[in-house]
């Protein structure tokens, strides 16, 4: 059902509670398109981002009052809890759930799901290479029935001839695996539990070896599929907690940690050991509502995410005072652009304290990059022009600054380098625009991440995504 009903009805609404109209009336071209010199559009730029359909209504969001314990902005801890939302954590912490895997409700909902099902064969008969150079074509041809340049012409025109540089690697990124026991309709790896490419020892190691060379790093973000399923998963926090004490470790999904591995066999000790090597959770929950969250991300979801935010809470995680960080991240369930951060976050911290007893740090929002899957049920729809539009017209000059690509390294499951997690979805690796080139860097022919320093950003159309209001990376 998530993958053809997620987005169907653009009656569905941000998590925020606010509306967005449906996309296609919402994206009035202006006037600078329709005489088809698409860069006049942007000579009277206007105020960014516009949040595309979005439509925030910040007059008539208001908070409901905070309760007698208090909301601060750090959330209350578990002591600090009311009676009544100390009552709703027990109610929402599903102890039954431990050790239930949700991989044969997700393997149903793929068989049930005609779009899937589709995908599926495409993929058989056209394999994944012709299916990625098919989107990448998909995304010009829109951009150009747009009149609007490619975006590594883009991007040096809006700023003053300057284009976007590497920076030194601050963020060393690993993608150990595609296995997930989800199947998310919008997920830009495409991961579900019929994916079994994984990260192996020899791999892994390597990855190791280059963190202890490289000493510009400052995070290790490890990621999937969902990571703590993967074989490598736990020698790679040890060993790199034991080499590089002061690391911030980050555990995510592209979407970041999925929540529900927490109830997964074998997982029973899983926040136990996160919580021992100090690893930083960043957790997707896409909506406070259960009906956003499993329309997204599948049957069943939401309970479990609760749960286990809940389990993470009991450990210490994302309490006040605690150095055990648990973040939130919010992607649009369709194709607009995310509602302002700030604002999000205090809906999301009074939601989910009130109905849930569930306290958490911070609350980051994302665009939805049009690759992959989602890429692929915005073209079905008719709508990927739509989308591109939305993006370019928030081009944000001010997020090409700290886009991801700038100070991250990706390396994929088999130990190829990218520049960020969606080139490498696209199969482009660092230093070449030749999608899926055999002949590319990878961590078994490089020392150190100073080496990538000269290598050029391969930025293509997929880019707008990561410049669009907020930016996305
Ligand atoms: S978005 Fe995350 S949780 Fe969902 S299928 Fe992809 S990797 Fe798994
Ligand atoms: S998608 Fe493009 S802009 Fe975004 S991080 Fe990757 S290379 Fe940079």
């Known amino acids: 059902m998530r993958w053809s009903a997620m987005y169907t009805a653009m009656s569905l609404r941000t998590c925020s509670g606010l509306h967005p109209a449906p996309l296609r009336s919402s994206l009035r071209r202006p006037p600078q398109f329709a005489s088809g010199a698409a860069l006049r559009l942007f000579s009277s730029p206007p105020s960014l981002p516009d949040y595309g359909s979005t439509s925030v209504e910040v007059d008539s969001h208001r908070l409901s009052k905070p309760s007698k314990a208090g909301l601060s902005k750090a959330g209350l801890s578990k002591a600090g ?28 909902d793929m068989d049930n799901d005609e779009t899937f099902q589709d995908t599926l064969a495409r993929l058989k008969r056209d394999g994944a290479k012709r299916m990625t150079l098919e989107e990448k074509k998909n995304r010009r041809r829109a951009l150009d029935a747009l009149g609007v340049q490619p975006f590594s012409a883009f991007v040096p025109e809006r700023n003053a001839g300057k284009a976007v540089a590497r920076k030194a690697t601050q963020v060393f990124q690993l993608n150990i695996g595609l296995y997930c026991n989800q199947a998310c309709g919008h997920c830009h790896v495409e991961s579900s539990p019929r994916r079994k490419e994984m990260m192996d020892r020899a791999t892994a190691d390597r990855c190791l070896q280059i963190l202890a060379s490289s000493p510009e790093v400052t995070t290790l973000d490890i990621t999937g599929g ?7 998963f736990r020698h790679i926090v040890r060993e790199a907690r034991r080499l590089r004490p002061d690391l911030d470790i980050i555990v995510s999904t592209p979407d970041r940690c999925n929540l529900t591995v927490v109830h997964e066999p074998g997982q029973e000790d899983l926040i136990a050991f996160l919580k021992e090597h100090k690893v930083h959770v960043i957790a997707s929950l896409p909506c406070y509502s259960a009906k ?26 994302g309490q006040p005072g605690s150095d055990l960080t648990l973040d939130l991240v919010y992607n649009p369930l369709g194709a607009f652009l995310p509602p302002p951060q700030e604002m999000l976050e205090d809906k999301y911290k009074e939601e989910l304290l009130e109905e849930f007893g569930v306290v958490f740090n911070n609350l980051y929002t994302m665009t939805n990059m049009p690759v992959k899957r989602f890429a692929d049920f915005l073209h079905r729809r008719g709508e990927l022009q739509e ?6 017209r928030n081009f944000n000059l001010d997020t090409t600054e700290s886009l991801m690509c700038t100070n991250t390294v990706s390396v994929g499951w088999d130990g190829k380098i990218y520049d960020c997690d969606f080139n490498q979805q696209l199969g482009v690796a660092v230093g070449s625009d030749d999608a899926f080139s055999d002949d590319s860097k990878s961590v078994h022919n490089i020392e150190a991440l100073k080496e990538l320093f000269p290598e050029k950003i391969a930025f293509d159309n997929h880019c707008y995504g990561c410049t669009a209001g907020m930016g996305s990376s």
């Open 226 to 232: 969902a990571p703590e399923m993967q074989a490598e």
């Open 387 to 392: 989308y591109m539009e939305l993006l370019v």
């Open 292 to 317: 956003n969250v499993n329309q997204q991300r599948g049957s069943g979801v939401f309970d479990r995410s609760v749960s286990a935010l809940l389990a993470l809470n009991e450990q210490g995680f």
């Open 81 to 108: 809890l009311s009676k009544p939302q100390a009552a709703k954590a027990a109610k929402f912490r599903r102890k039954d759930l431990d050790g239930k895997s949700l991989i044969s409700d997700t393997l149903v």
